[in-house]
Structure formats: structure tokens, C-alpha cells
């Protein structure tokens, strides 16, 4: 994880992903929801380096696929087209088809080649995306460099979500401003690998792609891939990362000397949008932490911490405010990690249960209360090395088993 000093990283409180030098939005009602605005883009003055992740499900949809064929031209894109209400996935040929038309006529309405445009869709499994809608919608896009058009993009790409996500951070790299600008959806099956829900985020660095793509790689795994909220992952999971180059530092490479400036810039903004996503769970009330200190590595510290916030058994006991922490033994108890079972310290916040394995005195009173806030923090040390790292998750309630049981109506 890197280690970000905060006065070389400053949140940008009324940033968005149009923050950054050469970006627009803009979000449109095209028809495919009842009455929210349901198709989104974002456009850059100049073709953009790109990196991008992606699921890494089987049934990976059609316009994963396109965007891939897009960016593997030559690793730019200069915009990206998203749908809600349709993930287009399992839609076989005719599926991909559409993708591709859809591309197409994004393409010529904003007069770029085709191998510039990504696209993505977001929505209910197996159904055919509604190309009449979608055509006419693409010609009422008109990308602006205003808060009301990041905030229509910000809604048109949402699905279950009860709140938007952004988030925006600068720093300066060769006495340039640098800016980092996110904007991401995803509320259920989330629980990535490699990726999750759809992210875009945009920078004005200059960087070239595969030095992007390295720093894109690094800091998901330490935010992206550590948040779950149901332990399932999408058909259409993707985070694409585009750099304008237009704040005009000195290009950068692994071999900059202001290279960790930048992907502790860009990890804080993952970040950011990670835990937003994790708080915004379909149907939760809690942002829950789990922070794993002396594992064996990183890696190992990561298994567990996303072991223990994706257990369902850990998730109910935190929205019944229950400080039962037999949850999260059981929960480390069956993680690839290495452990050793008689060493284990856990805390709730800051009121100890465990001390080398063995139970402590502790007021339930107190840790019901703390149990009962919105943001909960679980600390666990194995004492067996310098590993360390961190999970989001939320908790587990009777709404999420309601909005998953009627999501089709």
C-alpha cells in the first residue's frame, strides 16, 4: 500500500470526474428508465492514453468486449458512452452487435473514429438493449464542462444506487497541478476480482498507457478489489482510466522521481469511490472497516480483511449491533491466509474482545453503542509479521433481500 503524505494530496471537495483539463459530461433521459436519466458520456478535447480493468467472469457482456477491441487500436480513447437500465450481457450475437452500433453512432455524433469510443452498459442481465432509444438518445448528448453536467453523467450511469459517487483529489508533479477526477456506480453484486461495478476516472497527467495501466493495476488492488458488498461480481464490471495529458508535466514513468505522488493521488481517489460504493450496499445502514495488521504480507492481510467484511455471518451481527466477535474468529478461521490461532488480537473500535486468543472483559453496553453509528471499524493483529491491509464492506439487512427479490419489477 502506498504510503500518502497528506500535503502533497488535496481533496478537491466540488471536484468531479470533469475536474481534470480537457474533459466533459453530460447525462440524458433516453427512455430506458421510467423517468431518471439513463444514458451518460464523457468526452475529452484530445484522444486520451487509457488503462482499463475488467471482470474477470466467464460472461463477459458485449460491450466489454468492444471496448477492449477499442482500446487495443492503440491504447486511446477520446469518449465513452454508458447505459443504465440494460447491462446488455448474454444477448449473443445480436447483443454484440448492438455494442458495436452503439459505438458507431456515438462515434459519428461526436466526430471521432470509431476505435475511440469505449462503451459500457450497466442493468438487468439478458435483455436486449432498446437501439431506437438509444440512437435517438446519443443525438441529445451535448458534453459540457459544468457541475450540472457532471452531476447528469454522475446520475445517468446509476442503477440500485441511492447516492451518486465521485471524487476528485489534486497534487502538483513538476510544479504542475495535477488533477484526478472519478465518477463510478455500483451498489450490489459487488465483489471484484480484478476490477468491480463500472468506474471512470480522469486525469490531466501526462503519462503514456502502460505506465498508467501499471499504476492502475497497483491501486486496485488495494481499493477496488478490497471492497464487497454480496460477494457476487457482474457481467460488466470495468474501471477505464483516461489521461488528457493537458496539465503538461514531464511524462511519466515508474522511473519519475514524482511517480508515487501520482498513484498516491490516483489511490486516493479509488479509494474514495471504493468505500462510497461499500457504504452505498443495496439496502445498508453501515460502512464497515476491517484493518488487518502483523500478517505474514500484504497479501496475506488483504485475504483476511476481505474475508472477514464479506462474511455474512459478521454482516448481521454488525446491523443487529451484536459485538459478537465469534463472527470474525470464524471468519479468519477459513481464509488461505496463515495463521496462527493462539496469537489473534481483535478490537471493535477501540474496545479490545480478543488478546492473544483469549477472550477480554469488555462492556457490551459500550460496544452496542459503538455498533450502532454508521461507520464501524474492526481491527484485527495476527502478530506474525509486517503485513498489513485493509477491506470495505457494509452491513447485511432485510432490505438488501428485498430489493434482490423484486429487481426485475
Known amino acids: 500500500m502506498i504510503d500518502i503524505k497528506e500535503n502533497q494530496i488535496l481533496k478537491v471537495k466540488d471536484g468531479s470526474v470533469i475536474t481534470p483539463k ?28 487509457v488503462a482499463a480493468v475488467y471482470t474477470q467472469s466467464h460472461f463477459q457482456a458485449p460491450p466489454l468486449k468492444v471496448t477492449r477491441e477499442s482500446i487495443a487500436v492503440e491504447n486511446k480513447l477520446q469518449a465513452v458512452v454508458i447505459n443504465s437500465a440494460c447491462a446488455n450481457a448474454c444477448t449473443g450475437e445480436q447483443g454484440l452487435l448492438d ?7 456515438s462515434a459519428a455524433h461526436f466526430g471521432l473514429e470509431d476505435h475511440l469510443v469505449a462503451v459500457a452498459s450497466t442493468g438487468v442481465i439478458g435483455e436486449l438493449l432498446q437501439m431506437d432509444k438509444i440512437k435517438a438518445g446519443i443525438k441529445q448528448l451535448e458534453p459540457t464542462d459544468t457541475a450540472e453536467a457532471a452531476e447528469d453523467f454522475q446520475t445517468a450511469i446509476l442503477t440500485t444506487d441511492l447516492v451518486m459517487k465521485k471524487a476528485c483529489y489534486q497534487t502538483t508533479i513538476d510544479g504542475k497541478t495535477i488533477t484526478i477526477g472519478g465518477a463510478a456506480k455500483g451498489s450490489g453484486m459487488i465483489h471484484p476480482n480484478m476490477a468491480t461495478m463500472l468506474g471512470f476516472v480522469t486525469t490531466d ?60 493521488a490516483l489511490q486516493s481517489t479509488f479509494e474514495d469511490l471504493a468505500k462510497q460504493i461499500a457504504k452505498d450496499g443495496e439496502g445498508a445502514t453501515k460502512l464497515v472497516e476491517v484493518n488487518v495488521t502483523g500478517a505474514l504480507s500484504d497479501t496475506d492481510a488483504r485475504i ?8 455474512n455471518l459478521v454482516k448481521t451481527a454488525i446491523y443487529g449491533s451484536d459485538a459478537n466477535w465469534g463472527r470474525i474468529i470464524g471468519a479468519i478461521g477459513h481464509s488461505a ?4 490461532p493462539d496469537k489473534v488480537d481483535i478490537s471493535i473500535g477501540t474496545i479490545q474482545m480478543l488478546n492473544g486468543s483469549q477472550p477480554v472483559a469488555f462492556s457490551e453496553e459500550l460496544a452496542k453503542e459503538y455498533l450502532e453509528g454508521t461507520d464501524i471499524v474492526i481491527h484485527v493483529d495476527l502478530h506474525l509479521g509486517a503485513g498489513s491491509g485493509t477491506a470495505w464492506g457494509c452491513d447485511l439487512t432485510y432490505d438488501y433481500v428485498k430489493i434482490n427479490a423484486s429487481y426485475r419489477t
Request: aromatic share 6%; hydrophobic share 40%; charged share 20%.
Open 205 to 264: 497527467a501526462n503519462i503514456d498507457s502502460a505506465s498508467l495501466q501499471t499504476a492502475m493495476k497497483a491501486v486496485t488492488d488495494v481499493t477496488f478489489n478490497q471492497i464487497t458488498v454480496d460477494g457476487e461480481t457482474s457481467t460488466n464490471d470495468m474501471v477505464l482510466v483516461m489521461a488528457s495529458g493537458m496539465a503538461e508535466n514531464n511524462q511519466l514513468t515508474s522511473e519519475h522521481p514524482e511517480w508515487e505522488t501520482f498513484t498516491a
Open 304 to 311: 483476511i480483511a476481505k474475508k472477514i467484511v464479506g462474511s
Open 99 to 105: 455494442a458495436y452500433e452503439m459505438r458507431t453512432e
Open 22 to 49: 480537457g474533459f466533459k459530461s453530460a447525462g440524458v433521459h433516453a427512455g430506458l428508465r421510467y423517468s431518471k436519466k439513463d444514458l451518460g458520456a464523457i468526452v475529452c478535447d484530445v484522444p486520451a492514453n
Open 337 to 340: 491466509a496463515t495463521v496462527n
